[in-house]
T-cell receptor
Framework: AQKITQTQPGMFVQEKEAVTLDCTYD???????LFWYKQPSSGEMIFLIY??????QNATEGRYSLNFQKARKSANLVISASQLGDSAMYFC??????????????FGKGTLLTVNP | GAVVSQHPSWVICKSGTSVKIECRSL??????MFWYRQFPKQSLMLMAT?????????EQGVEKDKFLINHASLTLSTLTVTSAHPEDSSFYIC????????????FGPGTRLTVT
């Protein structure tokens, strides 16, 4: 079973509008972390935002905010005031402990966001 | 933020040869480094986790003898693709982990491997 589900293979948004990218996760751990990364065509992974499972407030980083609904196991990314440079692939990821002091990230399949002028 | 470099950024090799990819944490010590593989239009798949001074932990389905990982120091991990074949052509990305509250991983820029 998928641990991270991103149901939107592609999304389009008009420049200056807001867009929400969906992410649901599955874990039985009490302690976990949720990340969003941006991957432009160059391939580099750019960290956007982090939400810890015990954080009560939704994380925000500039134009990015994470809508964390723990009971629903969702961690949607909201990008406000979209810019042309936001066009990229976006990955949701979950950090879980994999035994002892080791941990790892599991990624969703990604959402390709296209910002139209 | 922390910087992770990878070398080379791209490499073309002939089938049957071996290729070494280096991953370095430039301004911090990384006790843990991760290697991912990403095929075109797909997600990142974790190949292995390496801890400095110990053997790497490979994910299920990843051939240990084919993808050799060495984490000899707190700033360097290497991935060697042995006897490469065209199906090994992919984008290989490393990341280095820190032990701060977020346990964030800092990603390298990736290495594009093409095996002809």
């Amino acid at each position: 079973a998928q641990k991270i589900t991103q149901t939107q293979p592609g999304m389009f948004v008009q420049e200056k509008e807001a867009v929400t990218l969906d992410c649901t996760y599955d874990t039985s751990d009490q302690s976990y972390g949720l990340f969003w990364y941006k991957q432009p065509s160059s391939g580099e992974m750019i960290f956007l935002i982090y939400q810890g499972s015990y954080d009560e407030q939704n994380a925000t980083e500039g134009r990015y905010s994470l809508n964390f609904q723990k009971a629903r196991k969702s961690a949607n990314l909201v990008i406000s005031a979209s810019q042309l440079g936001d066009s990229a692939m976006y990955f949701c990821a979950m950090r879980e402990w994999s035994g002892g002091s080791n941990y790892k990230l599991t990624f969703g399949k990604g959402t390709l966001l296209t910002v139209n002028p | 933020g922390a910087v992770v470099s990878q070398h080379p950024s791209w490499v073309i090799c002939k089938s049957g040869t071996s290729v070494k990819i280096e991953c370095r944490s430039l301004d911090f010590q990384a006790t843990t480094m991760f290697w991912y593989r990403q095929f075109p239009k797909q997600s990142l798949m974790l190949m292995a986790t390496s801890n400095e001074g110990s053997k790497a932990t490979y994910e299920q389905g990843v051939e240990k003898d084919k993808f050799l990982i060495n984490h000899a120091s707190l700033t360097l991990s290497t991935l060697t693709v042995t006897s490469a074949h065209p199906e090994d052509s992919s984008f290989y990305i490393c990341s280095a982990g820190e032990t701060e509250v977020t346990y964030e991983q800092y990603f390298g820029p990736g290495t594009r491997l093409t095996v002809t």
